[in-house]
């Protein structure tokens, strides 16, 4: 038996992971025409663009690698004040996109976490695990996106693979 799915590793991307109280991370976000998502554990999305909401007071800004100079210019206001912190982390993860009929059930696989639509719905993003591993869900159209430590990459290459063709 093998699921109706297609596996994507894909192309870098930037990443700032940003904390802070939402009135003055929304503020920063603002000068760059994005927005707070409206509950946690969601993303807000702006063309290629998108901002998820991992915890409190903690959020991830991601966009096209070619705009990661722009991104930390439009964030680094002079001076940023002491309780944000704003880290590059572009080089930390390795995304995944798992799409198709059956993408449901090859996550179901690899995390514990109940991802079930009436729970984790469009845009609906956390951290959890993915085949014992601390990893990033994203529900993204007709399936997920997974993002694991970019060191671990090939190895959950493989394992989303070897799940897909069992």
Do not use: C
Not at 45 to 71: C, F, K, N, S, T
Not at 75 to 84: R, S, T, W
């Amino acid at each position: 038996m093998s699921y109706a799915v297609t596996i994507r590793r894909q192309d870098l991307s930037a990443l700032v992971d940003m904390r802070g109280e939402a009135r003055q991370i929304a503020a920063l976000l603002a000068g760059l025409d994005l927005a707070l998502p409206d509950a946690p554990n969601t993303a807000a999305e702006a063309g290629d663009r998108a901002v998820y909401w991992l915890g409190p007071e903690h959020w991830l800004l991601r966009a096209p690698i070619a705009e990661e100079d722009a991104l930390l210019a439009g964030l680094h206001k002079d001076p940023l004040p002491p309780e944000i912190s704003l880290v590059l982390v572009s080089d930390a993860y390795a995304f995944f996109e798992i799409s198709g009929a059956e993408a449901a059930e090859v996550m179901a696989v690899a995390s514990p976490l109940d991802l079930h639509a009436s729970v984790f719905p469009a845009k609906g993003s956390a951290f959890t695990e993915a085949f014992g591993l601390k990893a990033l869900v994203v529900r993204r159209g007709d399936g997920f996106e997974l993002a694991v430590d970019r060191s671990l990459g090939d190895m959950t290459e493989d394992y989303l693979n070897r799940v897909v063709a069992f």
